[in-house]
């Protein structure tokens, strides 16, 4: 019967659920689900991370290549993420270009490297204005089940921390840059910004982390970033209903919570690998 019902009324079917303040999956309001992540998997990459937020499954590879600055940013380097959402992860994507989603999300994650300065580009500025490092960061979700962005936000956190730079001089006699494989860097982490989602369902019930059913369902969509510092790195609301400035506020602490538990999860696996190796 319950199976039936999910089907015909999938809508009655949750809100049965949020009148008893629980979600199908078992879950209170404002619970996350289990989060997983390894790191430095991808032996090809400079950094790498693999992240599953209950079924949500996002990795993330970093190649370093060296470039020219910019003409107006000739003392900085640059970082440059890109979403993936192939048909593999979801039968909701198609084959082809990157769709709005993925476009939408390449750009969130860009929006939150720049506001939450996680890198300070000048440190990936080699020789003024002739050399620099560009992080190509790309990420591809294997699996779909909601809440992409938290996902995304963690796996590239957690690979940008796992990144490992050769060591580059400038030759004095030839003047072309000499790299250096065997000696090798870690990037220097400035902010953590960590990203919490949730959806509203009939305009007034908040749930964190949803599920791909859940924000089918939902009447909006928000994900609010936090670094360590409790400093507010983006808000993010794709339309949808409008929410009161208590709500607001109910996620913004939800958020920094989460930060917190993320931050030790990746400090947590990163000392785990150090130690191993």
Request: with cysteine; net charge negative.
């Amino acid at each position: 019967m319950a199976a039936g019902f999910k089907t015909a009324e999938p809508l009655e079917y949750h809100r049965s659920f949020l009148r008893e303040n629980c979600r199908p999956d078992g879950r209170e309001l404002s619970e996350f689900r289990t989060t997983t992540l390894n790191i430095g998997s991808i032996s090809t990459a400079d950094g790498s991370a693999l992240v599953k937020v209950g079924n949500t499954t996002v990795i993330c590879g970093i190649k370093a290549e060296l470039t020219n600055p910019t003409v107006e940013a000739p003392g900085k380097g640059y970082i440059v993420p890109n979403v993936d959402l192939p048909p593999l992860c979801s039968s909701r994507f198609r084959p082809g270009p990157p769709g709005e989603q993925a476009q939408a999300a390449s750009q969130f994650i860009a929006d939150v490297i720049e506001s939450s300065e996680v890198i300070q580009t000048e440190d990936l500025c080699i020789d003024r204005g002739k050399l620099c490092w560009v992080l190509y960061c790309d990420l591809m979700c294997l699996d779909y089940d909601g809440n992409v962005l938290d996902a995304c936000m963690i796996a590239l956190l957690a690979a940008l921390k796992n990144t490992q730079l050769p060591e580059v001089t400038i030759s004095t006699e030839t003047s072309t840059p000499v790299v250096n494989l065997e000696k090798r860097h870690e990037l220097h982490i400035h902010k953590h910004p960590v990203g919490a989602s949730f959806c509203v369902f009939d305009d007034s019930i908040l749930i964190v982390d949803p599920t791909a059913e859940e924000e089918s369902l939902s009447t909006a969509e928000l994900t609010v970033v936090t670094d360590e510092k409790d400093r507010l790195c983006a808000v993010h609301k794709p339309g949808g209903t409008s929410l009161s400035g208590e709500k607001l506020q109910e996620c913004i602490s939800r958020a920094t919570a989460r930060q917190r538990e993320i931050q030790k999860l990746i400090n947590k696996v990163i000392h785990s690998v150090k130690t191993a190796q």
